[in-house]
């Protein structure tokens, strides 16, 4: 992390906020966001690029309008993929023309929501896609640059398979050969073509797939200027991976040094980033409420659970967790799960931790990306409360749901 954090007399503070004190006064389970580490890691990256560039930052990933607002009000862009993601970037203050709506399912009506706020790039994602929108020039003007996402299908880390959407048999994007006849036939139809977009999948650490991608993009572009198509926008996408387990940085130089074969091309590089940013930015403070043994294993029974953190049971992913209170206790080994009815609920298998006590709490680490946006309802759990920190400050972001929230849809 950029900002600071660690134990201070014991007790683990994030800038100058104890946490523990923080879980008190807002209960838990409970979300917590730095704005410094969240604009320090926007700033850091946009910084390293040292070309014509937009650092348009993933809303799928972390949706907390305090966020927003702040990175809308230093410059910076949005990636929306919903029409609910364009109002909320909308409600933070990003401008239209700093806007990307990218996504697979768009319907026509977002296709012209999109168009009426003259946003800046449209992903086209189908030849459907693309149908409606000619169809739609003939009634009204285009008023958002067209951009077709495209396969460059490069050898990947292994990965959960989930993550890898650049692949040929994914739903995601155009195969080369339907994206070039497509980018020709919007060209002749005077269509405002302005962009192309890739995206490999998530958490991609081997900078040469980026570089290969790169590569391989950047031949495609230079086809289509041959056919006298020139595009102003090259849209990289984002799946830049994080250490969760070991919390090693990486080099965001290294990162954007890699569309720098582009960006010399007279392109301006734009980047759809999230977890790199947002990820590092957020924690999640949960208490033990029970502790168990079974089967010959130990568990802590926690607050949170796959409801809060989806994307453990849904990706296998990894959290470091420690605990709130520095201990002396003896270390052992146990499996932190949640109060959820699956067996699946859990968010750490056979780690070693401190024997806590009930009622201690427990920090998760890396949890501003890819949480809150995934939350549910299930087993009529209300969603927790996220506050925001900024050195000393604490601004309650998003208040705790009551259990009047989990019925105000019925009729």
Sequence with gaps: MITQFGYKDGVLHWEEVNLKKLAQDFDTPLFVYSVDEFLGRMKAISESAGYDHLLCFSLKSNSVLALLKEAAKHGFGADVVSLGELFVAERAGFLPSKIVFSGVGKSNREIVSANEKNILLLNIESESEYSFIKRLSSEQKINFGLSFRVKFEVQLEKLHPYLGVGKKDSKFGLEENIAFSLYEDAFKSGLPVAGIHFHLGSQIKDMEIFRSASELALDFILRLKRRGINLTYVDVGGGLGLDY????????????????????????????????????????????????????????????????????PLYKAYHKIIPVEMSSKNQEQVSVVGPICENSDYIAQDIILPDLSEGDLLCILYAGAYTSTMLMNYNGRPNPAEVVIKGKDVLLARKRQNYDDLVARDL
Excluded: Q, W
């Excluded at 949960?286 to 453990?312: C, H, P, Q, W, Y």
């Design 245 to 312: 387990e070991n919390l090693v940085e990486p080099s965001f130089s290294e990162y954007t040094s890699c569309f720098k074969a582009i960006a010399d091309e007279n392109y301006k590089i734009i980047f759809e980033l999230g977890r790199a940013i947002s990820a590092p930015s957020g924690i999640l403070l949960t208490k033990i409420v029970r502790k168990k043994k079974s089967g010959g294993k130990k568990f802590f029974v926690v607050d949170a659970g796959m409801t809060e953190i989806l994307r453990i």
